[in-house]
């Protein structure tokens, strides 16, 4: 897509990447997205590099985080649970996305809410807002990637994948403060982000349990 539109003369490339993205990410998620994104000309094109996406509906990383949330009685946290996460209201990230492109801004920037917290906390904050009470058990992260990897040799279904934990593992956080200020946005905490979409994520987990 990127030489066809080189050759089509289109002036500025937009990609939307992730914080995943960088040099060392160990998922393939991760790594695949640090490498188109140096495909990309800084000078001419643009990189959104996007935190976790907050929304009201959709299959998601986060909506299988929360339904994980929603039906286990017992919530691994992995690491114990200290990754650094940021977090982004889906429609904040559409409006930084549109202020980029009115502006004619090039090169990387990167859309998160400014403040991380740690993943454990963010778990315990969903689980919350949905109204549940699960255990959360620190577990180490080497032992929970050679049970993944064991689970998804014979097949069997799980919420969590072992690409999942190695982009967990190598959780980033960062200072948007300067990026969020170059797009003139300003974005939802992540305690206004979960408060604000709660009854529809609710709605969501519930109806598609039945």
Do not use: W
Not at 25 to 41: N, P, Q
Not at 117 to 132: C, H, I, P
Not at 139 to 155: G, N, S
Not at 175 to 189: E, N
């Amino acid at each position: 897509i990127l030489e066809m539109s080189r050759s089509a003369g289109v002036e500025r490339f937009v990609f939307l990447s992730s914080q995943s993205a960088h040099e060392q990410a160990e998922s393939y998620y991760g790594k695949s997205k640090f490498e188109l994104e140096k495909l990309l000309d800084p000078r001419r094109d643009l990189i959104i590099r996007s935190g976790l996406v907050l929304g009201k509906a959709g299959s998601g990383l986060f909506h299988r985080m929360a339904e994980m949330v929603a039906k286990s009685k017992v919530i691994p946290l992995f690491g114990g649970g200290r990754q650094p996460l940021q977090t982004v209201h889906v429609e904040d990230l559409c409006t930084a996305i549109s202020s980029a492109l009115s502006r004619g801004l090039t090169g990387l920037h990167t859309v998160a809410e400014p403040h991380p917290v740690e993943m454990g906390k963010f778990l315990r904050m969903v689980a919350s807002r949905l109204g549940k009470k699960p255990i959360f058990v620190p577990f180490p992260m080497a032992p929970a990637l050679l049970v993944l990897r064991a689970v998804e040799r014979l097949r069997l279904p799980f919420p969590v994948s072992s690409e999942n934990l190695l982009g967990l593992k190598c959780l980033r956080s960062g200072d948007t403060s300067a990026d969020l200020a170059s797009l003139g946005v300003k974005l939802r905490s992540t305690e206004e982000a979960l408060d604000e979409i709660r009854d529809e994520l609710a709605t969501q987990i519930e109806n598609a349990a039945i």
